[in-house]
Every structure is written in structure tokens, then in C-alpha cells.
T-cell receptor
Framework: DAKTTQPPSMDCAEGRAANLPCNHSTISGNEYVYWYRQIHSQGPQYIIHGLKNNETNEMASLIITEDRKSSTLILPHATLRDTAVYYCIVRAETSGSRLTFGEGTQLTVNP | GAGVSQTPSNKVTEKGKYVELRCDPISGHTALYWYRQSLGQGPEFLIYFQGTGAADDSGLPNDRFFAVRPEGSVSTLKIQRTERGDSAVYLC??????????????FGPGTRLLVL
């Protein structure tokens, strides 16, 4: 699976948009970009995934650059409950099983 | 509906003892995964079941770790001769088929294992 690089920590003011970057410069054509988050003392929670096109769901938006070497997860109106570690994962077509987590980004939403 | 459940939520044991950790996947999910998460790290893959069989056990760290899923539903992760380094959160996840890389994995809350 392609390696991902994320900043170790970010801060965001409550009510503002949180933009979490991820670099995956070695991504290959059929690999999907996934985002999970983990709130303290809970299991990881799926947020969103995409291949080439931008995606949006009730939780977040995912913007993937045209060359697919980086992506940004956007939480449009961050709340205190969005404080968590956010993991960007690239998932190979042949590894339908495992998810390979990095160290993620600790997002702290401040009041 | 019910999510993935894991028992116990916390387990304290002594070095050298045997422990069993249980995972109940989402009903109807044929794929089941075990991960281990050390403090400050992301989860690390241990083993993946497709039905009753282990399709990928390459993440098990050594032969003290073993997992079963005899009826294709509940799974048990077994650790023999526990060591202090085994202390971690053990996470279980399930997905519908495990055969497509678009498939979402749903995680349980984890079992926090402390080996004294």
C-alpha cells in the first residue's frame, strides 16, 4: 500500500472549517484514499473514501488533486466532538483485507 | 443495528498467563479483522478472516498469538504466555465481504489489555 504523510497535529476553531491534508505521492491508479478518525478511547470510525473525483457525505468532503498525489479532508463546520486523530489511508486493490494506518493527525477543535 | 462488540472491555493479567479476547462482528459480515494499537500509534493489522478461515495472518507477531472463528461469526484472539509488550488495545473490525477494496470496515471499541 502507498505510504501517506500527514501533519502530526492541527488546531481549529469551533464552527470553522477544518482542512486536513494528506500526501500520498506514490499512489497507484487503482488505489483508493480512505479517511478514518478515532475519538479518544474508541475504535476507528469510517469517514469517507474516494478514487479520483471529489466526494462529499454527511460528515465531510474529500478533495483529491488531479494527479492524485495528495488529498484534503474537509470538515465544513468543526465542533468540539470532531476532536480526534484523523487517519489518511491508501488502500491497494490487492489488499482488500488490511487497512494500513499511519500515525494520523491529531485535530483539536477549540471553543 | 448492533455494531461490532468486543469483550472484555478491559483485561489485566500477569506476565506468562493466557488470555482470550472475543469479537462479535456485525451480523451478516463475512470478513473479520483483528488489529493491535499501542499507545500513540495507529492500529496495526494482525489477521483477517474470510468466513471461518484465516485468509491473511501475516500480521501476527509470533506463535504466541492465535485466532479462531469456528462458525464464521464470533472470533477469539488467543495470546499465550503473555508478555508486558503485549499490552495494547486490541481492535476488531468487520466488513460485508472483505473482497472489495472499497468496502468499509466497522470497528469495535477495543479490548484494553494490560500485562503486569
Amino acid at each position: 500500500d502507498a505510504k501517506t504523510t500527514q501533519p502530526p497535529s492541527m488546531d481549529c476553531a469551533e464552527g470553522r472549517a477544518a482542512n486536513l491534508p494528506c500526501n500520498h505521492s506514490t499512489i497507484s491508479g487503482n488505489e483508493y484514499v480512505y479517511w478514518y478518525r478515532q475519538i479518544h478511547s474508541q475504535g476507528p470510525q469510517y469517514i469517507i473514501h474516494g478514487l479520483k473525483n471529489n466526494e462529499t457525505n454527511e460528515m465531510a468532503s474529500l478533495i483529491i488533486t488531479e494527479d492524485r498525489k495528495s488529498s484534503t479532508l474537509i470538515l465544513p463546520h468543526a465542533t468540539l466532538r470532531d476532536t480526534a486523530v484523523y487517519y489518511c489511508i491508501v488502500r491497494a486493490e490487492t489488499s482488500g483485507s488490511r487497512l494500513t494506518f499511519g500515525e494520523g493527525t491529531q485535530l483539536t477543535v477549540n471553543p | 443495528g448492533a455494531g461490532v462488540s468486543q469483550t472484555p472491555s478491559n483485561k489485566v493479567t500477569e506476565k506468562g498467563k493466557y488470555v482470550e479476547l472475543r469479537c462479535d462482528p456485525i451480523s451478516g459480515h463475512t470478513a473479520l479483522y483483528w488489529y493491535r494499537q499501542s499507545l500513540g500509534q495507529g492500529p496495526e493489522f494482525l489477521i483477517y478472516f474470510q468466513g471461518t478461515g484465516a485468509a491473511d495472518d501475516s500480521g501476527l507477531p509470533n506463535d504466541r498469538f492465535f485466532a479462531v472463528r469456528p462458525e464464521g461469526s464470533v472470533s477469539t484472539l488467543k495470546i499465550q504466555r503473555t508478555e508486558r509488550g503485549d499490552s495494547a488495545v486490541y481492535l476488531c473490525a468487520s466488513s460485508l465481504t472483505g473482497r472489495r477494496n472499497q468496502e468499509t470496515q466497522y470497528f469495535g471499541p477495543g479490548t484494553r489489555l494490560l500485562v503486569l
